[in-house]
């Protein structure tokens, strides 16, 4: 059966002015979408009440409607993914596309084909880059230790550098792009959907390196896909 409708989730709120144009521009005439987010609807008081972080734990940030970052603690956020999951599913949703790339556990799709980008990214770019640097781009310090987790398969441990898609500056993007060419990166690799087409020229303006976005990888697999 032919995929005419799908879902995308962000841990943000819905729609993602920097991420649906890269998605919508992927999608076929033929296939509709319906964008969730985990905090739509939610006032700052809700989210800060209901996704605390628990000193010590991993954390997550996403993008306010109205442009501003939010961070969150992650066991939170993985269980109302999960319903939101399941909202997507019976509304008609046939492939749901979860647009975050941190590692969740035990997700399901509920009747949908559930695409999540932690299962997709390491490995695929594992592959492509083989054993040279990679230098990879993460939002905030504190999920450095989680992100060499993640990336333990690869070939050589990727060198990890800092700068939010939500609020840095050019300056700060730049130098953080320095900084992974400087420790011998030979790829950049952008670890969050925020990341987007600014941050990748300015990138590759201050270090002669490729830049990978990982929402731009993920709308060209669902353009084959589809």
């Known amino acids: 059966m032919a995929i005419t409708k799908i879902g995308t989730l962000t841990i943000g709120q819905a729609p993602r002015s920097d991420i649906t144009p890269i998605l919508d521009k992927a999608l076929p005439g033929h296939v ?4 969730a987010g985990v905090l ?11 996704f605390t972080v628990i000193p010590g734990e991993a954390v997550l940030t996403s993008r306010l409607l109205d442009g ?7 066991a939170a956020v993985g269980l109302a993914v ?3 999951i399941s909202e997507l599913a019976a509304a008609g949703c046939q492939l749901v596309v979860l647009l975050c790339t941190g590692e969740f556990h035990g997700l399901h799709g509920d009747g949908a084909w559930l695409i999540e980008p932690d299962r997709i990214m390491p490995p695929t770019l594992n592959a492509l880059v083989g054993d040279r640097q990679a230098g990879i781009l993460v939002p905030l310090a504190s999920q450095i230790a989680s992100e060499q987790q993640k990336w333990h398969n690869a070939t050589r441990p990727p060198v990890f550098a800092v700068a939010s898609p939500y609020t840095a500056t050019e300056e700060e993007v730049a130098a953080a792009a320095r900084s992974l060419a400087d420790r011998g990166a030979e790829i950049i690799l952008t670890d969050c959907m925020g990341y987007t087409g600014w941050h990748q020229a300015i990138c590759k303006r201050r270090v002669d390196l490729p ?16």
């Open 32 to 35: 509709s979408c319906l964008h």
């Open 40 to 50: 739509d609807g939610l006032d700052d008081a809700t989210i800060a009440s209901r």
């Open 68 to 74: 501003r970052a939010v961070v969150m603690g992650k």
């Open 82 to 84: 999960q319903q939101k």
């Open 211 to 226: 830049v990978i976005l990982s929402n731009q990888l993920l709308a060209d697999l669902l353009r084959n896909l589809l």
